[in-house]
């Protein structure tokens, strides 16, 4: 089956769509495009990404992102028509630690993209929400890419851990011949969603990331505050945990800013907590192998921190294994909606922390 896989991730860069043959256990990527999302758009994504907000705002926003994920579905499928699209939709809001309500512990996340625009506009069954029966069912509906990490990476003999670098940063560990209730996967931490933002703010918004992190290398790490950074918390939770802009979006940034620090200083010093962050969870794991993918991968200062602090570990890219490592997360949900279309579940209770896999998605028919 061909199935498109649409993903817009927390960095707000843009709409990736990837297609992909899957036939049974074998995923074949056939095509990956990526469409920026118009500067009005992301704008407004980021006045509503964990943010009190009017209900009106959302609800444009949320039709509107149905309009420009069919699009960007067409443009993707000149050449390879789907039979089915699996849309993760833009997360505003993911709150992966319970809160209590009326007595009950409830976590709670919101994608916006509305899946009945786009199965309407491209006249293709199309899987959408994904996230919200794991947390019905006691997850914290993050992360749910191991599942497909799981299919694309496990091995015999050798250990790995799939390490995606997007606005947050995750890690599936996989064992040596593990089966799938022994992966284990959780949010590390900030990817490249701070060191993005402090970017915007020092170059007035004319560039959202740093080129191959030549930024970073230009500063000086401030330890102090590094230390800081790295005694959050959200750092001594066991897994399964998730994370994302509630903690490290606009609030935590602007406390860097208030610092006063030059800005040059905090990208480094910013690069380096996330390069740490990632480093102590990868070296628990005690792989052989880290297979990384995501932006992250582009961040030359990242990746060459990284086989500094992982001694002894092959860090390697998932384009090692025939897998675009921008394309990733976009074929992870074109499985999850070809395993919800067989009625098979397609969350790992081990990571999410769900009381029992369960079916993902939500079914919009053409």
Request: aromatic letters at 6%; proline letters at 5%; hydrophobic letters at 40%.
């Amino acid at each position: 089956m061909i199935v498109a896989g649409v993903m817009s991730g927390t960095s707000l860069d843009g709409i990736d769509v990837a297609i992909v043959d899957i036939q049974g256990k074998r995923i074949r990527p056939l095509a990956f495009y990526s469409t920026p999302y118009p500067k009005a758009v992301r704008e407004a994504l980021l006045g509503v990404s964990n943010a009190m907000t009017h209900t009106a705002t959302i609800a444009r926003l949320h039709f509107l992102l149905g309009e420009l994920y069919a699009d960007a579905v067409k443009r993707a499928s000149r050449r390879h028509r789907p039979a089915l699209i699996g849309m993760h939709g833009q997360t505003i809001f993911h709150e992966g630690s319970p809160v209590d309500y009326l007595g009950r512990r409830v976590a709670s996340t919101l994608q916006i993209g509305e899946a009945a625009v786009v199965a309407e506009r491209t006249g293709v069954h199309t899987i959408s929400n994904f996230r919200e029966r794991d947390v019905a069912a006691g997850g914290q509906g993050a992360p749910l890419v191991p599942y497909v990490d799981y299919l694309l990476f496990h091995h015999t003999r050798r250990t790995r851990v799939a390490l995606n670098i997007g606005g947050i940063a995750n890690i599936t560990t996989i064992p040596a011949g593990a089966k799938p209730d022994k992966v284990i996967a959780f949010d590390t931490g900030p990817g490249n969603m701070v060191i993005n933002a402090l970017v915007a703010h020092h170059t007035d918004g004319r560039r959202q990331y740093d080129t191959n992190g030549s930024i970073a290398r230009r500063g000086n790490v401030h330890e102090r505050l590094l230390k800081a950074m790295m005694s959050d918390p959200y750092f001594k939770l066991k897994p399964p945990k998730s994370t994302g802009r509630e903690r490290f979006g606009q609030q935590f940034v602007g406390g860097l800013l208030a610092t006063g620090i030059p800005l040059p200083d905090l990208i480094a010093t910013a690069t380096e907590f996330t390069v740490q962050s990632i480093a102590s969870a990868v070296l628990h794991a005690k792989p052989h192998e880290v297979i990384a993918a995501g932006g992250g991968v582009h961040n030359g200062q990242i990746m060459r921190r990284l086989g500094e602090l992982l001694p002894g570990i092959d860090v390697m890219s998932s384009r090692d294994f025939g897998i675009d490592p921008d394309a990733k997360e976009a074929i992870a949900f074109a499985v999850l909606a070809y395993e919800f279309v067989r009625g098979r579940a397609g969350n790992l209770p081990r990571a999410t922390g769900a009381r029992r896999a369960v079916m993902l998605g939500k079914s919009s028919p053409a």
